[in-house]
């Protein structure tokens, strides 16, 4: 089969869903297929490109990283216009559709008039907080009427989690949930020999997307424990941390055991994962989190890094506690966080050890690209043979 997929973020980039879109292309690939991508942007360059097996049409007349004010306004009619004529002038057997909200109704038009079926990639649901005016802002708004109307009219959807699964099975049959998938390394990589504890975070803390803040205030009430840790956080800037830290430089001052790395390049994640111990996935439990799927346990695991985390979303199907990481509850407090801290430093060697090749072990079995060929195959198949009969 030939399979579009179309999709709004830089493509290839360093988000969390460029690695969404090369994991589902990828495992497509490996099953006999051929992918193309549509996207607005792209990092590795612009018009046609070839990246990971798949060919790339990117719309904007510039990278992502030097993206002008015109790009962004004439980003949705040059995706119409590219996608009629990709369209026009090739033969697609099904199109993957990222939940572009803002567009959905436009695209999902221009296809319907060349009688292919939709898949719908589902792996997020915003908030009202996300947008300044909250309910009153028409992106919120907008989004709500095409989770409730827009979404639901495709012909079948690949889900990242169990919620969206069970949203999504009320509208139709075809509903497969496929985890955050990506390239496993075939050896184990962590490097960390566990003295000192090393813990890392990697991500964002945008809209308390993460309780990273909550992190460097049980390393602030260990300091004087006879532990022996370090905190390393890559993404978020010092000053945006000390906002949330209501400008209590304090904090970090005195915690000469906290590196703020600031960004770095996201090819330049995974070395600096296997360098730690343990990756911090600790998100408030609301229904923002339990939609989605946290990307970066797949990344720790593949480089055998384990995780504390807390129970949100699915994780409870990939973290087992005290045997590949461990697993707070939706509600922890700082002393749950500090005890579970406190009992990794006590481990022995061998134990922990152990953890991390678990770790990796269950990177290898739940988030291997391989794993998941012939599976999204099967249902890219069914979604189109009984769009046939319609």
């Known amino acids: ?20 879109i090369y994991g589902i292309c990828k495992a497509l690939q490996l099953s006999g297929n051929e992918t193309d991508v549509l996207t607005d942007y792209s990092n590795n360059g612009i018009g046609t490109l070839r990246y990971a097996n798949s060919n790339v049409t990117v719309c904007a007349k510039h990278v ?15 995706m119409k216009m590219k996608l009629r004529s990709m369209l026009i002038h090739n033969r697609y057997d099904c199109i993957i559709l990222s939940s572009i909200y803002m567009r959905i109704q436009p695209i999902m038009s221009i296809i319907h008039q060349f009688h292919i079926p939709i898949i719908l990639e589902s792996c997020e649901w915003f908030e009202a907080y996300n947008w300044k005016r909250e309910e009153k802002s028409f992106e919120y708004k907008r989004f709500v009427r095409a989770w409730n109307h827009d979404f639901t009219k495709a012909d079948g959807v690949i889900a990242i989690s169990r919620m969206l699964h069970k949203h999504y099975s009320e509208y139709t049959n075809h509903v497969l949930r496929v985890p955050t998938i990506m390239d496993i390394p075939s050896e184990y990589q ?7 504890i090393k813990i890392v975070f990697t991500g964002s803390i945008a809209w308390g997307k993460d309780r990273l803040i909550e992190v460097i205030h049980a390393f602030d009430e260990l300091r004087n424990d006879d532990v022996n840790l370090e905190l390393h956080i890559y993404g978020p800037s010092r000053d945006a941390i000390l ?7 304090g904090i970090l001052s005195r915690n000469s055991n906290i590196f703020v790395h600031g960004r770095i390049p996201h090819k330049e994640i995974s070395g600096k994962c296997s360098e730690c111990d343990f990756g911090i996935i600790l998100r408030p439990d609301r229904k923002q989190s339990n939609a989605g799927f946290p990307t970066k346990i797949a990344e720790y695991f593949a480089v055998g890094t384990s995780v504390i985390a807390n129970d949100t979303g699915d994780l409870e199907l990939y973290v087992n506690n005290g045997v590949n990481g461990f697993l707070l509850p939706r509600d922890f407090t700082t002393e749950q966080l500090k005890d579970i801290i406190r009992g990794i430093c006590k481990m022995s060697k061998e134990t922990l050890n152990n953890i991390k090749q678990n770790a990796y072990s269950t990177a290898l079995e739940f988030f291997n ?18 769009y046939s009969k319609d």
């Open 243 to 249: 906002k949330q830290l209501n400008y209590d430089d």
């Open 190 to 196: 962590n490097q960390s020999s566990g003295e000192p």
């Open 369 to 386: 690209c391989p794993n998941y060929s012939q599976i999204l195959h099967d249902f890219v198949m069914d979604v189109v043979n009984d």
């Open 64 to 78: 992502y990283a030097d993206r002008s004010i015109i790009d962004k306004i004439l980003a949705p009619v040059r």
């Open 1 to 20: 089969m030939r399979i579009l997929y179309i999709a709004t973020s830089a493509y290839p980039g360093d988000s969390a869903y460029s690695t969404r």
